[in-house]
């Protein structure tokens, strides 16, 4: 296994994966891992949600319904789940009103642990994209995910075998994005 540091540098969305993936005891160690993050008050405001085989026709269909008045075709948005063998749910379980954690902090803690699991995905050799869209919050998908009041879904990983080509990364534009205050 890598360093942190080292998986950070080496990670990399793949946009096309094969049809292996990871086995839910896999995917259990990995959630232990990556439900580390920094979360205030110990609230633990997320959830991931597994969907593989027709679960992903499922979302499609949803997907499909949520895009009705848009006129994008039907046939598009129902394959976009298809296009890996695992997807993971990521949810913000958020518990308001809470008098010292904002729902925007629960959000990031839900974020940081899709990051970290995306970063443990990779270092194990899978391939793993974060998708969302226009639809992540719309009703119908909502109501596809059994999600409760309060839950805000935050997008999915896309997750399969790695492909053989990986995109070179793209180096941070540090010098931009970093400034010092004294």
Same mark, same amino acid.
């Given at each position: ?15 096309? !994966? ?5 086995? %839910?005891?896999? *995917? ?6 990556? +439900? ?7 609230? $633990? ?11 992903? =026709? ?5 997907? !499909? ?11 598009? *948005? ?27 902090e ?5 974020? +940081? !642990? ?7 995905? %990779? %270092?194990?050799?899978? =391939? ?12 119908? !998908? ?18 399969? =075998? $790695?492909?053989?080509? $990986?995109r070179?990364?793209?180096p941070?534009?540090?010098?931009? $994005? ?5």
């Open positions: 296994m890598a360093s942190a540091f080292e998986a950070a540098l080496s990670r990399r969305s793949s946009s096309k !994966v094969t049809d292996a993936a990871p086995d %839910d005891a896999e *995917l259990t160690r990995m959630l232990g891992a990556a +439900g580390r993050v920094a979360d205030h008050a110990g609230l $633990r405001p997320w959830r991931v949600i597994a969907l593989r085989g027709a679960a992903r =026709g499922r979302l499609g269909d949803a997907l !499909v319904e949520a895009s009705a008045s848009t006129g994008e075709p039907e046939h598009k *948005l129902a394959g976009k789940p298809l296009r890996a063998p695992l997807l993971l749910a990521v949810v913000a379980t958020i518990t308001e009103p809470h008098k010292k954690v904002p729902a925007w629960q959000e990031a803690v839900a974020s +940081g !642990v899709a990051h970290v699991l995306s970063l443990l995905l %990779d %270092d194990a050799g899978w =391939g793993v994209m974060w998708r969302t869209g226009p639809y992540t919050r719309h009703p119908a !998908v909502a109501r596809m995910h059994d999600l409760a009041p309060g839950e805000l879904l935050l997008g999915w990983l896309y997750v399969g =075998g $790695r492909a053989e080509h $990986r070179p990364g793209r941070a534009d540090v010098a931009r $994005r970093f400034s010092v205050l004294d």
